[in-house]
């Protein structure tokens, strides 16, 4: 079974830090790309970020961009978003998600979601 497991979110004052994690289960993510995805309430999801499946090709949305960095360790089967100066506007829950390619919309698996809350 093809499983991803958010996890690291949480509550933080704006301007503060947090990294997400997204680890696989079940099969490798070595030759996924992997997108990062949010909603907040009221909103539909939207695409953060993705990484190819070797780690060389990124890309953000306009809102994290200088922001946010996603990188991953494919020895350990995991892919991360390191989210600095931290904003109101982040708030939402984070998914994580397996894809043929960036931008595909052909996916394989996705996480359950973390909650991210920015606030003073």
């Known amino acids: 079974q093809l499983q991803l497991v958010e996890s690291g979110g949480g509550l933080v004052q704006p301007g503060g830090s947090l990294r997400l994690s997204c680890a696989a289960s079940g099969f490798t993510l070595d030759y996924y790309a992997v997108g990062w995805f949010r909603q907040a309430p009221g909103k539909e999801r939207e695409g953060v970020s993705c990484?190819?499946?070797?780690?060389?090709?990124?890309n953000y949305s306009g809102s994290v961009k200088g922001r946010f960095t996603i990188s991953r360790d494919n020895a350990k089967n995991t892919v991360y978003l390191q989210m600095n100066n931290l904003k109101p506007e982040d708030t939402a829950v984070y998914y994580c998600?397996?894809?043929?390619?960036?931008?595909?919309?052909?996916?394989?698996?996705w996480g359950q979601g973390t909650q991210v809350t920015v606030s003073s």
């Open positions: 998600a397996a894809e043929v390619e960036c931008g595909s919309l052909l996916y394989d698996a």
């Open positions: 990484i190819n499946d070797s780690g060389d090709s990124t």
